[in-house]
């Protein structure tokens, strides 16, 4: 198959990330068994094929590769790309440790600094990393995500609508963690006013001092970035490729209070004396004077405005595409023929999800301003009923997908202290999102639970499908995770997007969600042990 492969030349983009993909999961799973001379027209094909495939893709190919591959020459592969698809690879994959002791040598300082930081490898490893000394190693930013340069060309393709809800999660989640910023204490409050830094010949940041490591080690002056995304503006870049000197540049960086905001710097280019070879840049970094930032927002303002206003943008014209579509259906205007009404019709279907949706990024957007745990102990629901009328309103997905779901009652009763709007909610999307990710003639088990008369918390477990069977908890909530066997209605909201917003629900009426190693379990508050355990003091007194 890897010869037939090779001998395809991809004859455009599209064609080139499909190869990408496909080598590179054959190497993955089959890398040991092949031939050496196929292994290495393979590698060569990926390295060829590198400037064809979005950044955004091999992060994604890296991170399968760290789940499922063990074979050590294509991780090197991977391991020498830019920052964050190293990173993406490093930090989870296993190899053997003669693997590990053979590839050393082969990586770069940003590499060699995740694998530095994690905890698992053998101690050979970690002696082989300190034998290479301190300055081989810089630490990166964790979790670097890049706007790729071709996102507009990006958008014409199918993965675009999965990629722009990530990016939604991603503004609602940087937009809930400013609400809780104030409540640090120490010196995570006090803002910091400069720092000095140092990058490599690639514009990659590897020293600084003055400030969290973190929140500047592993960022590039080389490229601009955008969106609101940590990095530095158009002048460093062009400047960079001049190799000229940078002055007062803007840099934006994300982390604690005392790190994050606007900066501007100055860097200077700084050369081997000895061979004239360029080998990056140093400088300084200093919090922006008040006449640098004339149209700078009001600390005042409320982040969530934008999001706020993105959905009402969302909402507005999605009503009038239905309004109109139920016009053609309901032929008010005059006699439509039969193949309008149909498409009208699935407009109108397919409207009503896009509602949902929108209503689900609203309450994710909402956040901590979400009803708290008091304001719900009036109503009183009957889960399992809700349960039960999930799984009847769930019957031609379970159909379409050949998936049968089986949730049995132990215990009882399952009253609950919750909104039924909301249990609805948080079951059906809890469900529905796992449905989505089960494999084709696979049996969902799960078990409505009260295990004990006194026990405040109903729950609802639910087994893990084998797609995320030993998937961690980082990568469940992660809005662009995409496990193997996805459906493809699950790239409208992802998983984690699904599971965030089930605990958010939860959380908002005093439950949670919790992810166990076997099984989901929805914690929801039970309306009976608190009258069990009244009746019981009272009994006693």
């Known amino acids: 198959m890897i010869a037939t492969i090779l ?21 993955a799973q089959r890398g040991n068994q092949l031939a050496d001379d196929d292994i290495r027209r393979s590698l060569h094909a990926l390295a060829l094929l590198r400037p064809q495939v979005p950044e955004s893709v091999r992060r994604e190919c890296a991170r399968a590769v760290a789940r499922h ?9 991977y391991a020498n790309d830019v920052a964050s698809v190293s990173a993406a690879i490093l930090q989870t994959v296993q190899l053997s440790e003669a693997d590990w002791l053979a590839m050393l040598p082969t990586t770069g300082a940003t590499a060699r600094s995740v694998l530095a930081g994690r905890r698992d490898l053998p101690q ?11 300055a081989s190693v810089a630490l990166p930013q964790p979790d670097i995500e890049l706007v790729d340069e071709r996102q507009t060309e990006a958008a014409n393709t199918p993965e675009a609508g999965s990629s722009q809800i990530s990016e939604l999660v991603r503004r609602i989640d940087k937009f809930q963690s400013t609400r809780v910023q104030p409540a640090q204490t120490g010196s995570d409050r006090t803002p910091r006013s400069a720092f000095v830094f140092e990058t490599g010949a690639d514009g990659v940041v590897h020293w600084v001092d003055g400030i969290t490591r973190g929140a500047v080690i592993g960022l590039s002056i080389a490229d601009a970035a955008f969106g609101g995304e940590p990095g530095t503006d158009g002048v460093a870049a062009g400047a960079f490729r001049q190799r000229a000197e940078i002055l007062n540049a803007r840099m934006m960086l994300e982390g604690s209070v005392a790190d994050a905001g606007e900066w501007r710097f ?32 009001p600390d005042s303002a409320d982040p969530g405005d934008s999001i706020r206003q993105l959905i ?11 309004g109109f579509a139920q016009i053609v259906a309901g032929q008010m205007f005059g006699p439509v023929s039969q193949s309008y009404r149909r498409m009208a019709e699935t407009i109108v ?13 609203e309450t994710a957007a909402r956040g901590s301003r979400a009803a708290s745990p008091l304001q719900d102990t009036g109503s009183v629901v009957d889960v399992a009923h809700i349960v039960a ?3 009847g309103d769930l019957a031609e997905l379970l159909r379409d997908q050949g998936v049968d779901l089986s949730i049995s009652r132990i215990g009882g009763p399952f009253t609950g202290l919750a909104n039924d709007a909301d249990v609805r909610r948080m079951v059906g999307r809890l469900l529905t999102a796992l449905v989505d990710v089960s494999e084709p003639g696979s049996i969902l088990v799960g078990q409505l639970v009260t295990e004990m008369p006194h026990d405040d918390m109903l729950q609802l477990r639910i087994v893990r499908p084998a797609a995320i069977r030993f998937a961690t908890a980082a990568d469940l909530l992660d809005p662009g995770f995409s496990p193997e066997g996805e459906a493809p209605s699950a790239t409208v909201l992802s998983l984690g997007f699904s599971l965030r917003l089930v605990d958010s629900l939860a959380r908002a009426v005093g439950g ?11 914690h929801l508050r039970s309306a009976t042990s608190k009258s069990e355990a009244e009746r019981e003091v009272q009994q006693g007194e």
Not at 312 to 322: D, G, K, Q, V
Not at 512 to 522: E, F
Request: hydrophobic share 40%; glycine share 8%; charged share 20%.
């Open 312 to 322: 009402h943008e969302l909402r507005s014209p999605l009503n009038a595409i239905s």
């Open 266 to 297: 100055s860097a200077l280019p700084w050369f081997d004396p000895a061979t004239g070879q360029f080998r990056g840049y140093r400088g300084s970094a200093r919090r922006p004077h008040r006449s640098e930032q004339p149209y700078r927002q």
């Open 349 to 361: 279907a397919d409207a009503g999800s896009v509602q949902t949706i929108i209503d689900d990024l």
């Open 124 to 134: 050979a490893v970690y002696r082989g990393l300190a034998s290479m000394g301190s």
């Open 512 to 522: 949670r969600l919790d992810i166990g190693h076997n099984a989901l379990t929805l």
């Open 7 to 27: 001998r395809q030349a991809p004859a455009d983009r599209r064609a080139s990330i499909a190869a990408w993909r496909q080598i590179s999961d054959i190497l």
């Open 69 to 77: 591959g063990r074979f050590a020459p294509l991780v090197a592969l």
């Open 389 to 391: 009328q999930v799984e």
